[in-house]
């Protein structure tokens, strides 16, 4: 089946700094990408979706300064937290969908990162 | 807006055991209902699926009914096994103007005791 990875699983990082994860679409090419941002005990929560070659489309609330999300190639996005504080510490996921404006049953997640800045 | 609320875990069975999940939406269209799985480590599955009213998702003997009048989407299984130990979460789709969103409900975490 399709199979979606994210690097690194797991980070830690002074506030201050910057960090990026990726998120690869290994068997498959990814048309569209999103991520998402989970808080302990709470729901995914969509940040944005991004679209191969084209500027990412921001959730309403979420800093597209600070969240920088590039999808340069049909397998790979990046999600750079700029100036990382302890409150962007979370749970952040990617999901990968083969097709533009597929319904959402074509999304395949990625296992996740966590992020703690200390 | 819309919304999805399921029920708080964590859920502890005992093997062969009878699961209800429940779970309940508000959406100003007419969404399609999705469960996903998490196991330990993993990323979200899809686990089953319905697109309209009383369509019925089903998959490794779970199985869950699109209920407009009641906007339910209970997922149930007749007898858990230890390796259904996962957590779930109910989600919709709708396609709006910027393009179809999906909305997760906060999880509920099974644990099947052997």
């Known amino acids: 089946g399709a199979v979606v990875s994210q690097h690194p699983s797991w980070v830690i990082c002074k506030s201050g700094t910057s960090v990026k994860i990726e998120c690869r679409s290994l068997d498959f090419q990814a048309t569209t990408m999103f991520w998402y941002r989970q808080f302990p005990k709470q729901s995914l929560m969509l940040m944005a979706t991004?679209?191969?070659?084209?500027?990412?489309?921001?959730e309403q609330g979420v800093e597209k300064d600070k969240f920088l999300i590039n999808h340069a190639s049909l397998t790979l996005s990046t999600l750079t937290v700029t100036s990382a504080h302890p409150e962007d510490s979370s749970f952040y996921i990617c999901?990968?969908?083969?097709?533009?404006?597929?319904?959402?049953?074509?999304?395949?997640f990625g296992p996740g990162t966590r992020l703690t800045v200390l | 807006g819309n919304s999805v609320t399921q029920m708080e875990g964590p859920v502890t069975l005992s093997e062969e055991a009878f699961l209800t999940i429940n779970c309940t939406y508000t959406a100003t269209g007419y969404p399609s209902l999705f469960w996903y799985v998490q196991y330990p480590g993993e990323g979200l599955q899809l686990l089953l699926k319905a697109t309209k009213a009383d369509d019925k998702g089903s998959n490794k003997g779970f199985e869950a009914t699109y209920r407009k009048e009641t906007t339910s989407f209970h997922l149930e299984k007749g007898s858990v096994q230890v390796s259904d130990s996962a957590v779930y979460f109910c989600a919709l789709s709708d396609r709006g103007t910027g393009g179809f969103k999906t909305i997760f409900g906060a999880g509920t975490r099974l644990f099947v005791k052997a």
């Open positions: 991004s679209n191969e070659g084209s500027k990412a489309t921001y």
């Open positions: 999901s990968a969908s083969p097709a533009s404006g597929s319904i959402a049953d074509e999304q395949f």
